[in-house]
Nanobody, 113 residues
Framework: QVWLVESGGGLVQAGGSLRLSCAAS????????MGWYRQGSGRERELVAG???????EYADSVKGRCTISRDNAKNTVYLQMVSLKPEDTAVYYC???????WGQGNQVTVSS
């Protein structure tokens, strides 16, 4: 089983940027699709962005144009670059495969207005 550890979150002002990283304990090259998910307070977890092993991407409408997902299969790492952050982006962000396996601890992103 591959374990995933998210990092790069924190507190940022509205309009700011963050880059989240997801380091895998093993190879992700065999995982067809990796994704970033988030769960805001009182909300269900949602898929924010996904990327296939050959680089095809998809985004939730709420982040389209503001987020870029990428993966480095050689480094077993997945990234989520977020710009023009909004307070409604505040959530715990998780990295996982699609469909998702066991969840890690996630990484808090807080956007202040």
């Amino acid at each position: 089983q591959v374990w995933l550890v998210e990092s790069g979150g924190g507190l940022v002002q509205a309009g700011g940027s963050l880059r989240l990283s997801c380091a895998a304990s093993g190879s992700i090259v065999s995982i067809n699709e990796m994704g970033w998910y988030r769960q805001g307070s009182g909300r269900e977890r949602e898929l924010v962005a996904g990327i296939t092993v050959d680089g095809r991407t998809e985004y939730a409408d709420s982040v389209k144009g503001r987020c870029t997902i990428s993966r480095d299969n050689a480094k077993n790492t997945v990234y989520l670059q977020m710009v023009s952050l909004k307070p409604e982006d505040t959530a715990v962000y998780y990295c996982n495969s699609w469909p998702p396996g066991p969840w890690g601890q996630g990484n808090q992103v807080t956007v202040s207005s």
